[in-house]
């Protein structure tokens, strides 16, 4: 039974009146083949889809916001959907970090500026998940956070191919002639072998991890490879369940507290998680008015222990992880560490929503009792290099890199460091634009670093999201600063 009044519904300031204004939304809405029993006295559902043909995560979203109309439709809602810029990780130069918080301010006006009782937010590319749940947050209206799930392993030859990961490992064999052209064009048509997301536990999945874990989206949704026939089966659920969300005035800012982010950090902890998250999820907290600090994430790194066997950390990949029970069975494990009376968008606690879960494979999804490490799944590091704070992931590292002193080799671009060998100065010299993730892949590094500063991607959005946060890569890859090993820096 509703628990609101239809008159109470947000939308009816558009619809319902009998005035001048609301004849004109009404005949537009008659335009488009609507008639008044449609939407009238119903929750409006806004779908903010961020699907594109030049986004592989996203090619199937066209599809899974059917899927949410229908479930919007089945539990008597009224949907409409709503296009909002996709951010590619794959082919937006030169990063996508530069229009994170301009999505997150579209997803909110495009929420505050129209006739939304709720949204559900498809998404799931690196950095697209942070900024469509940053405008919801801010909006506040009731939302549902519908992950774009991630794509199937790859295959060559026999072999399991992981994104990321592997493609470094064979151009680097490739470039020591260990493989011919035949073999890298056979790995290049079989790495990617579906829509979704990067299949290890790269951004993509830890964010939507993130989102499930806060309480923002279905429990298990995270976990569900983008082409499983149970994956349109959520997003049909997701569309229902908002409808009854915005009856019940569920909002945001009802289910996010600071033990929601506790148990999301314990989460990427868990997970082997992307350094990204930081960022990120610092962005989330201070939308929610939450003051959340990197120190936080090095304070439970030490006690979280890292029970994901999952690849860069591990050895296997998403697929294997759904298939031993996805996030919900790594939650029960990790349990003791979770506030489980966390409230989640399904009404109940997030106790309640993992308590029916297993485990169906102990080496993907360890024990307490067995895990891939004890603790340390990021450190947060400062020194004379960083004295802000920067990141690691030491669980992706040889642990002969763990502790080192070393000279730091910076390059001015990301072209540079591979035409030169390992020599230069140890002056510290930021590429392009200072904490953004990925300046590294930059199409035109110098011009970027030239011109980046007076662009609006290093200063959109709120104070607590303009970061001066530095991300290193223990193998010296490419990154804002290119250091030798993750210990350059003075401590820990």
Same mark, same amino acid.
Request: with cysteine; charged share 20%.
């Given at each position: ?264 950090? &314990?989460?990427?902890? =868990? ?5 990204? @998250? ?6 989330? !907290? %201070? #939308? /929610? ?96 290099? &960083?004295?802000?704070? =920067? ?5 992706? @590292? ?6 080192? !002193? %070393? #000279? /730091? ?84």
């Amino acid at each position: 039974m509703p628990l609101k009044d239809p008159k109470s519904l947000r939308s009816y300031r558009w619809y319902g009146p009998d005035d001048l204004r609301s004849f004109g939304h009404r005949s537009r809405a008659a335009s488009m083949g609507c008639v008044q029993a449609d939407y009238a006295g119903k929750p409006v559902i806004a779908i903010i889809n961020t699907w594109s043909d030049i986004n592989p995560c996203h090619s199937h979203l066209r599809e899974r916001a059917e899927d949410v109309k229908r479930g919007v439709w089945q539990a008597g809602g009224f949907p409409v959907e709503m296009p909002a810029i996709t951010l590619g990780e794959t082919f937006q130069k030169p990063t996508t970090m530069m229009y994170r918080n301009l999505l997150a301010m579209e997803t909110e006006e495009l929420l505050r500026s129209y006739p939304a009782d709720g949204c559900v937010l498809l998404g799931g590319c690196d950095k697209t998940t942070p900024a469509l749940l940053m405008g919801a947050i801010s909006a506040n209206l009731p939302a549902i956070f519908v992950p774009a799930g991630p794509m199937l392993r790859g295959n060559w030859r026999g072999q399991i191919l992981g994104s990321g990961s592997d493609v470094s490992k064979y151009w680097a064999e490739r470039r020591a002639g260990n493989i011919d052209q035949q073999a890298w064009m056979q790995i290049e048509e079989g790495i990617a072998r579906s829509a979704g997301t990067c299949m290890t536990m790269g951004t993509a999945s830890t964010m939507t991890s993130v989102a499930e874990v806060l309480g923002l989206s279905l429990p298990g949704a995270s976990s569900i490879p983008a082409v499983d026939a149970n994956h349109p089966k959520m997003a049909n659920r997701s569309g229902r369940r908002i409808v009854e969300m915005v009856w019940e005035d569920l909002k945001p800012r009802d289910i996010l507290r600071e033990s929601s982010f506790n148990n999301a950090i &314990a989460t990427v902890l =868990a997970l082997g998680g992307s350094t990204n @998250a930081v960022i990120h999820m610092i962005a989330l !907290a %201070g #939308r /929610a008015g939450i003051k959340l600090t990197i120190d936080r994430f090095d304070e439970l790194s030490r006690m979280t222990p890292l029970l994901a066997n999952l690849r860069p950390s591990g050895k296997y990949l998403m697929e294997d992880f759904y298939y031993s029970g996805g996030l919900p069975a790594l939650l029960k494990a990790l349990a003791f560490h979770l506030d489980l009376q966390s409230l989640t968008i399904t009404g109940k606690t997030l106790g309640e929503n993992i308590e029916r879960s297993e485990i169906f494979n102990a080496d993907v999804i360890r024990g307490t009792d067995n895990p891939v490490l004890e603790s340390g799944g990021l450190a947060i590091l400062r020194g004379n290099l &960083a004295p802000g704070g =920067a990141v690691i992931k030491p669980a992706a @590292a040889e642990p002969t890199l763990w502790k080192h !002193a %070393g #000279r /730091a080799i910076v390059f001015d671009s990301y072209d540079e460091m591979k035409c030169k060998q390992c020599a230069g100065s140890a002056q510290r010299r930021p590429q392009g634009r200072a904490g953004h993730a990925r300046m590294g892949k930059s199409a035109d590094p110098a011009e970027a670093s030239k011109s980046g500063c007076t662009r609006h991607g290093a200063n959109l959005g709120r104070a607590h999201e303009r970061h001066k946060l530095w991300r290193v890569r223990p193998a010296c890859r490419a990154g804002i600063i290119c250091w030798r090993t993750s210990r350059a820096v003075e401590g820990r």
